[in-house]
């Protein structure tokens, strides 16, 4: 089955940028999606078809997909920022929609 | 304004039986196709289930394939979830989820809130 992988953590200190990977042997043949998941909250679309920012969502955040690994991008990282995040596809082989283990992302 | 409304959720035994309901609104529901996700306590995210705009194709994952049965009503603006035989593996928080667009590889897009199944003895 289709699996994707991600950093458990990622850390990084305001106003810098933090990069969020999401692996998988032919992810680059995919669309990929980020989720941002807040304490309590449900997740939230912030990147769809590896690079398109939904309404709503800051120029700050961007993705990119090739070959092996999809990465989302957060430049000028904010204490708001903090959160899990998920990539997800769609597995067209089987049917059935994949998400990544996700990735806490730690504001210092 | 997009609105998804999970209900139906609770606290069922090993075995037993749930029908979870996501009333919508804010959007013509017979247009989109939907989705089930659910999260277990302190995990991440695992998709359930899709059902096309139409309802004619269904999708589930292999952890409830046999178990599972998505359904919708678009004279009720409604998705639902038939879930039987169920394990203490189900307990999840479970959430609708509307499909961006009828790609066949779309995002999701809205989510509602979720409705929290407990299965326990």
């Known amino acids: 089955s289709y699996v994707l992988t991600q950093p458990p953590s990622v850390s990084v200190a305001p106003g810098k940028t933090a990069s969020i990977t999401c692996a998988e042997n032919?992810?680059?043949?995919?669309?990929v999606h980020w989720y941002q998941q807040k304490p309590g909250q449900a997740p939230v679309l912030v990147i769809h078809y590896d690079s398109d920012r939904p309404s709503g969502i800051p120029e700050r955040f961007s993705g990119s997909n090739s070959g092996y690994t999809a990465t989302l991008t957060i430049t000028r990282v904010e204490a708001g920022d903090e959160a899990d995040y998920y990539c997800?596809?769609?597995?067209?082989?089987?049917?059935?929609?994949?998400f990544g283990g996700g990735t806490k992302l730690t504001v210092l | 304004e997009v609105q998804l409304v999970e209900s139906g959720g609770g606290f069922v035994q090993p075995g037993g039986t749930l029908r979870l309901s996501c009333a919508a609104s804010?959007?013509?529901?017979?247009?989109?196709?939907m989705n089930w996700v659910r999260q277990a306590p302190g995990k991440g995210l695992e998709w359930v289930a899709y059902?096309?705009?139409?309802?004619?194709?269904?999708y589930y994952a292999d952890s409830v394939k046999g178990r599972f049965t998505i359904s919708r009503d678009k004279d009720k603006n409604s998705l639902y979830l038939q879930m039987t035989s169920l394990r203490a593996e189900d307990t999840a928080l479970y959430y609708c989820?509307?499909?961006?667009?009828?790609?066949?590889?779309?995002?999701?897009?809205?989510w509602g809130q979720g409705t929290l199944v407990t299965v326990s003895s």
């Open positions: 032919k992810i680059g043949s995919k669309s």
């Open positions: 059902i096309s705009s139409s309802g004619g194709t269904i």
């Open positions: 997800q596809v769609w597995d067209s082989s089987r049917d059935q929609g994949v």
């Open positions: 804010g959007f013509t529901f017979s247009s989109f196709e």
């Open positions: 989820a509307r499909n961006y667009d009828s790609s066949g590889y779309s995002s999701l897009d809205y």
